[in-house]
């Protein structure tokens, strides 16, 4: 916009050293509007440019959502509690999604009996990525819903506990926080209880 503000200012002055009428006021104040437009579009071009595809598709879903980056924006999360995301294989189902919180230990146990899977764990990391199409660290229930909503996924009950949580928005160290509610009514997961017995309490 550095181009714009320039272009403005030399008009400002003209106005004041030339001292111009009314007329060539208002042509001079439309022409000010038009630069200020162009100047709003192409930062909100910019912005939508920079936006990645989980952020642009909660936008054409029209869900409220925070963007944020790790590496410079604090969370509260005592307010938005930090999710995980695992990606974990099924001797039935397969590819099966499960969302815990940060600091939880998933149980597999319960998981494969939630799944309707005699046993389930985590797969090597090239499977993860072939079936989700994202990197280790960087895997959200929102993207792999959009790409694989034949996937199942799962979502611990403690859950039901908060407004807003805080989950991957598909790069590493970028993260969106987004209301609980929302997100249920975004990718219809199972809800159950998917955590050891000594998180759980």
Known sequence: MDKENRILSSIVRKYYDLQIDASSLYLISSMLFHIMFISLNKEMRRMEMSKNEVELFLDKQNIAYQSYEFSSDNID????????????????????????PLDARLDYKKTAAVSKNRKIGLPPMDYVMETTGYPHGANTPIGIYMHHPEYPILFDEVIKNYERITVSAGELDKSVVIAVQDLLDLVHPVIADLLSSKDSE
Do not use: D, Q, R
């Open 77 to 100: 999360t005592s307010k938005t509690p930090i999710f995980k995301t695992l990606v974990l294989k099924g001797n039935k189902t397969g590819p099966t999604i499960a969302l815990v």
